[in-house]
């Protein structure tokens, strides 16, 4: 019973790993091209946001980017199927996150006996399965 337990902790752990670097990655590159946009257009570029005082070089116009979204009003269409309409952009979402799932982040990782390959799921068609989600998405 515990092996199995440590199997999908592992499962869930390398899961974890890949939604949080992909996510991470997501708002950093988000910020890398605000700034370098600034640059191009000879611009100050995204640094006004600030938390008591400090701006740290605009690395908080994320949250108030999500702020601003969380409080912004909801426009459904009149006819429109209000849980699909919501839904919609999540399918999106969903298949461009499941096709990191079959991108290795590195070698296989020895632990004792124990071999835990760094990928959150092991293909051998993992190319395929790539521009299978992506093409969803």
Excluded: C
């Excluded at 670097?21 to 988000?30: A, Q, R």
């Excluded at 399918?91 to 461009?96: E, M, P």
């Amino acid at each position: 019973m515990s092996a199995t337990l440590t199997d999908l902790g592992i499962a869930l752990g390398r899961v974890g790993f890949v939604m949080l670097f992909v996510l991470n990655m997501g708002g950093l590159l988000t910020w890398v091209e605000r700034k370098q946009s600034a640059v191009m257009q000879d611009r100050i570029g995204a640094n006004r946001a600030s938390i008591f005082g400090l701006r740290l070089f605009g690395l908080f116009h994320p949250l108030a980017d999500a702020l601003k979204m969380l409080t912004k009003e909801d426009f459904v269409p009149a006819r429109a199927d209000r849980a699909l309409f919501n839904l919609a952009p999540l399918v999106s979402v969903v298949f461009a996150l499941v096709a990191f799932a079959a991108i290795p982040f590195g070698d296989v990782l020895r632990i004792g006996s124990r071999e835990i390959p760094l990928q959150a799921v092991t293909l051998n068609a993992g190319i395929l399965y790539v521009f299978a989600m992506l093409s969803l998405g």
